[in-house]
């Protein structure tokens, strides 16, 4: 229907999470319309995200470089992990200025259902900076998403950390977020309450 390039944008931002045919047809006819500096700033970006930003490798975050910035900040404390699902969602709790502490980044939630295994998360790299005894780890909260496949996350994280380290003290944010939605959507005060309101597992 359309000259192949046009065709090729289309089906790649088709490719987007919530994104349909319609849409990506529209974005593609305002991309062509745009000036060649606005599209062109357009594409240098996606490949210059691609090129620069990767993955903390100690907590997943997203990071320019091999730590992520809050990973790099001595003047955060390393005995608290935060375990979110997410990188989005370190913004969403950095938001409510209630945490000092540092985070691991999952890469999603257990979901027997679409295959995800605790192999396909960073489960078993939480395990072993809790386990580090160059960093003493005080407590671990669970901060993924108030959903079944969140809630049945935080509950396999739990029960393994209570095998493995007695010691850490492991909590959950507290009610009061909506249940089945996303840490992301949450607004700073009624996460920043569940977060001051987080109780032992
Ligand atoms: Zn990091």
């Given at each position: 229907?359309?000259?192949p ?7 790649e ?5 919530g994104?349909g ?20 700033a357009l594409?240098?970006s ?8 990767g993955?903390?490798?100690v ?9 992520c910035r809050?990973?790099?900040?001595d ?11 997410e990188?989005?969602d ?6 409510t ?5 540092r985070?691991?980044?999952l890469?999603g ?11 396909d998360l960073?489960?078993a ?7 580090d005894p ?14 079944t496949t969140g809630?049945?996350t ?10 493995r380290a ?11 977020l ?6 992301e959507?949450?607004?700073?005060v ?7 309101g987080?109780?032992?597992?």
């Amino acid at each position: 229907m359309y000259a192949p390039p046009i065709q090729r944008l289309i089906s790649e931002l088709a490719k987007l999470p919530g994104i349909g045919a319609r849409t990506a047809q529209r974005l593609a006819f305002h991309i062509l319309r745009a000036s060649d500096e606005d599209a062109g700033a357009l594409a240098a970006s996606i490949r210059e995200v691609k090129e620069r930003v990767g993955l903390c490798q100690v907590c997943f975050n997203l990071a320019e470089g091999p730590r992520c910035r809050i990973c790099e900040d001595d003047r955060r404390d390393g005995a608290l992990i935060c375990v979110v699902e997410e990188a989005g969602d370190v913004i969403s709790v950095e938001r409510t200025h209630e945490y000092r502490g540092r985070y691991h980044v999952l890469g999603g939630a257990l979901s027997p259902i679409d295959g995800v295994d605790p192999d396909d998360l960073k489960i078993a790299e939480l395990y072993r900076r809790v386990g580090d005894p160059a960093q003493p780890i005080t407590e671990v909260v669970l901060a993924t998403n108030p959903t079944t496949t969140g809630e049945a996350t935080a509950l396999h994280i739990a029960d393994a950390l209570r095998e493995r380290a007695p010691g850490v003290i492991v909590t959950r944010l507290a009610s009061g977020l909506p249940v089945g939605g996303d840490l992301e959507y949450a607004d700073e005060v009624t996460l920043g309450k569940a977060f001051a309101g987080r109780r032992r597992l």
